[in-house]
């Protein structure tokens, strides 16, 4: 029975079951025995733990056998059911936790960056000691809140979910200052040659758990990215080192841009081959730090708002305009465009908060940025881009001189950006509603921006289609002839036909062309569907939203006069619209 005696042994002993008459009475039996393997595998165990009381050859000599199974088909089995538990936890330590437990797995059983970090393990601790290990619930965590002793390694907390919540329900300056100091050792290390600069990016892999848990990134953590872009590629690690960036702290622009935007710019983009391909990523990245940036001074209290950086937003808008038009150009695609207006809208509902706005400089997208996705053959831009303007005025009117909630005066920079605003809606309701489009002749309008020479020609070439005289250069970018309106204009009138038909009403004739005024009365005429020039472009607002193209209704309700008082209105500003 020694054998299997002495491996049941080996399995249960501890520190403290090492107890010197026990050593005795092993080495003794053991020189007895002629160093039998069991007895030679135990003493290994007891060395372990003491190596300076059990020296010479009996234990340290030759090759231990290792101690065999009784039963191996078990032992295999039970060893496909550990590593398939293991294999689910090391898969779950990368999603979303419960976070009231401490993370164990976090160098023993995960592998990358997080093995490199410490574990969350509390030194010296007394019987009286309540620590983070002994937390297994939310209700143990928050009745043990105030007693629990910090961990002996704080750098876990860039990692350990318990102990980044204990972190942030109990703030600690000292505690912030040892974390500092050991991502200050790490980055003299790399300095010194004693560390590859491979570690800065493990670091940074590790703190997209602390970042999504802690939705900031300590200023303290900022000398980690200065010293990275001094080696980085551009390409490892590139979506850890967005996502955590994305959290930066609304700073100064003088020292943020320079120190971090700059130097991640220039890595991103000298690393593709494709640039344009580059200013996508930098500009999802940075639409993603402006929504952060947008919820911190959403909540933040009014009168705390004066005392925030709030010229490193305009600083950051001013710049992503001036990226975005760059994108224009080189990826004119449906999908840069939306891109684009993921961060048009955001920056829009920052003008949505008058207290802001109070304290915020005035930006708005250039007129080139605006012309440009106007006439994207996309429908579904050209929507969220009247919504976007429909925001964006909504906004521009609450600081308007004159009204109740304005408290400031628009600086003469800020002034010409609403005149230029002013134009982007005349002239879309001009393309859209009114059917004048690249008209000058009205106040702000601004004939998108064509050169007259331009629009003379598109004019004459317009001119020479004999097939719909109706469609004149100022009609063609309207609610029936417009090239993302023109499929969905034909279905609308054959839905307005087939209910007439359905009511029980002979239609002796259908419209087969673009709808203008001209052929609604032909058709009207001929016994075909009674319908209004008026009525049909209501229809279409009507048939757009329907469709889950809102935007291009809601701005022509909010700009337009005849409009804004009801869908119908009379006969008289029906002609005049």
Known sequence: MRPQLCHILALITRRKHVRPYRIQ??????????????????????????????????????????????????????????????????????????????????????????????????????????????????????????????????????????????????????????????????????KVGDADASVLLDVVEVLQDYVAATKSLPPTILPIFRELFAVWNGINSQEAVLTVLAHLPITDSEGLYPTILLPLENAILSSTPVTATAQVTLLRFYTTLLANWSTILLSTPSQSLPTLPLGSITHLTTHIHTLTETLTQTRASVETHL????????????????????????????????????????????????????????????????????????????????????????????????????????????????????????????????????????????????????????????????GETAEGRELRERHRGPVTQRSLGVVRARGGVDLSWQDYRLGMLEHLDGKGFGGVGRLMYNTMKILMSGKGGNSQSQSQG
Request: contains cysteine; proline residues 5%.
């Open 25 to 190: 009475a092993v080495l003794e039996l053991s020189r007895q025995t002629g160093s039998e393997p069991a007895l030679t595998g135990l003493l290994r165990v007891f060395k372990n733990y003491y190596p300076e009381i059990i020296v010479g050859s009996t234990a340290g000599g030759g090759r231990a056998a290792a101690f065999k199974h009784p039963n191996t088909s078990w032992r295999e089995r039970l060893d496909e059911i550990q590593d398939e538990h293991r294999s689910k936890s090391r898969s779950e330590a990368t999603k979303p936790r419960d976070g009231f437990r401490v993370n164990h797995l976090l160098s023993k059983q995960t592998k990358g960056p997080h093995s490199k970090l410490p574990t969350v393990h509390t030194l010296h601790a007394q019987e009286s000691s309540i620590t983070l290990e002994e937390i297994d619930n939310a209700d143990s965590f928050v009745r043990n809140l105030d007693k629990i002793e910090l961990p002996s390694q704080l750098v876990a907390v860039l990692a350990d979910p318990l102990l980044q919540k204990l972190m942030i329900l109990r703030p600690d300056n000292e505690a912030s200052i040892r974390v500092r100091n050991w991502l200050n050792a790490c980055i003299t290390d790399v």
């Open 339 to 498: 891109y684009i207006l993921d961060f048009l809208a955001l920056a829009a509902a920052l003008t949505t908060t008058p207290s802001l706005l109070q304290h915020m400089e005035l930006t708005i997208p250039s007129a080139n940025l605006i012309y440009t996705l106007h006439f994207s053959p996309s429908l579904a831009v050209l929507s969220r881009l009247c919504d976007i303007i429909t925001t964006y005025k909504h906004g521009l009117e609450s600081i308007m001189p004159g009204r109740v909630s304005s408290q400031r005066q628009l600086s003469p920079a800020e002034a010409a950006h609403v005149k230029i605003f002013n134009g982007f809606l005349m002239d879309i309701c001009n393309c859209v509603w009114r059917m004048k489009a690249f008209s000058t002749s009205d106040t702000n309008a601004q004939g998108c921006c064509l050169h007259p020479d331009v629009t003379e020609a598109l004019a004459a070439y317009m001119a020479g289609f004999d097939n719909h005289p109706d469609i004149t250069l100022a009609s063609a970018l309207g609610l029936s002839a417009g090239p993302v309106f023109a499929r969905w204009a034909r279905e609308y009138i054959q839905e307005v036909e087939d």
